[in-house]
Nanobody, 128 residues
Framework: QVQLVESGGGLVQAGGSLRLSCAAS????????MGWFRRAPGKEREFVAA????????YSTDSVKGRFTISRDNAKNTVYLQMNTLKPEDTAVYYC?????????????????????WGQGTQVTVSS
């Protein structure tokens, strides 16, 4: 199993930036494809961004394209979500997730049901 712990959330003004981190323990993160999801108040959890196990393939949802960047450092067993130009509608609890990925695969996953392991989440609040 892999344990995931998110950090880096907080309160920021609109237009500001935050970098979320997702640290993994228990397994080498380099064998997992990773994703970020979020749940806004009163809404269902939704996909934000995903990255392949090597980091060579990434994808993000339209509402964050050009503002959020997913990346990973497998040597540090950590995945990041750099969030720039934050908006009040980005306010949510952000979760990272992991799924074992074959060595021959270089793709990402966007569905919540694709993922096996989840972190507890970190709160991001963007004030207007």
């Amino acid at each position: 199993q892999v344990q995931l712990v998110e950090s880096g959330g907080g309160l920021v003004q609109a237009g500001g930036s935050l970098r979320l981190s997702c640290a993994a323990s228990g397994r080498t993160l380099g064998t997992y494809a990773m994703g970020w999801f979020r749940r806004a108040p009163g809404k269902e959890r939704e996909f934000v961004a995903a990255i392949s196990r090597s980091g060579g393939n990434t994808y993000s949802t339209d509402s964050v394209k050009g503002r959020f960047t997913i990346s990973r450092d497998n040597a540090k067993n950590t995945v990041y979500l750099q969030m720039n130009t934050l908006k009040p509608e980005d306010t949510a609890v952000y979760y990272c997730a992991a799924v074992p990925s074959p060595a021959s695969a270089n793709y990402y996953y966007t569905g919540q049901s694709d993922y096996t392991y989840w972190g507890q989440g970190t709160q991001v609040t963007v004030s207007s």
